[in-house]
């Protein structure tokens, strides 16, 4: 099946950092969606991008949709420490359902005030 | 609005046991999801509902699970027997008609531990 590798698995930077983690496909997506998840809560989508080389900004959280469509990243600026939590890419694979999102395993994000 | 419930927050049994989850998604929404994770794995795609019907259940890991939704309303999802790698947290997610999976609200997720 589709598989998406999410980088990195974990990272630990302090308050005021950029954040910057990625999702690779060797399979083209039509659809690519970031998701944070707070303890104790279900994901919650951030961005959603739905055209190859589109950038789309939501507060300090930025995401692109790569070129070749198999890829897409995630930055944010100025990190807080809510900003902790999971963060999932998700995407929809070429002539898949428009229901069946493939996930990346997540990035755990840890910030020191 | 509510959102996606589901209950129980945390289930732990014992490995040949039987377990129900319960989700309730928001009102009106026609498409009902559940996704598994495994821990440190991905979430992954179990099964789709529209209304009452199966739209698609080619996630389902094997037999020994079964999921409803009777009325078109709440979903359960069972495992009966439980086994060890049935471990994980169950997500239900749900959709408004034919938005798609783009635009899910996912519920806070049952934790299964199988003893």
């Known amino acids: 099946g589709q598989q998406l590798n999410q980088s990195p698995q974990s990272m630990f930077i302090q308050e005021g950092e950029d954040v910057s983690m990625n999702c690779t496909s060797s399979?083209?997506?039509?659809?690519w969606l970031w998701y944070k998840q707070d303890p104790g809560e279900g994901p919650v989508l951030l961005i959603a991008?739905?055209?190859?080389?589109e950038l789309t900004s939501n507060g300090r959280l930025t995401a692109q949709f790569g070129i070749t469509r198999k890829d897409s990243f995630l930055n944010i600026s100025a990190s807080i420490p809510s900003d902790v939590g999971i963060y999932f890419c998700?995407?929809?694979?070429?002539?898949?359902?428009?229901?069946?999102?493939?996930f990346g395993k997540g990035t755990k994000l840890s910030v020191i005030p | 609005e509510a959102g996606v419930t589901q209950f129980p927050s945390h289930s732990v049994i014992e490995k040949g046991q039987t377990v129900t989850l319960r989700c309730d998604p928001i009102?009106?929404?026609?498409?009902l999801y559940w996704y598994r994770r495994v821990m440190g794995k991905e979430i992954k795609f179990l099964l789709h509902?529209?209304?009452?019907?199966?739209?698609?259940e080619s996630g389902m890991p094997n037999n020994r699970f079964l999921a409803e939704r009777t009325g078109g309303t709440y979903s359960t999802l069972k495992v009966q027997p439980a086994e060890l790698e049935d471990s994980g947290v169950y997500f239900c997610?749900?959709?408004?008609?034919?938005?798609?999976?783009?635009?899910?609200?996912f519920g806070a997720g049952s934790r299964l531990t199988v003893l």
């Open positions: 997610a749900s959709s408004q008609g034919a938005a798609g999976a783009n635009v899910l609200t």
């Open positions: 399979s083209i997506f039509n659809t």
């Open positions: 991008l739905y055209k190859a080389g």
């Open positions: 998700a995407g929809l694979p070429l002539g898949a359902g428009s229901y069946q999102l493939t």
């Open positions: 009102s009106g929404h026609d498409n």
């Open positions: 509902f529209v209304k009452e019907s199966k739209q698609d």
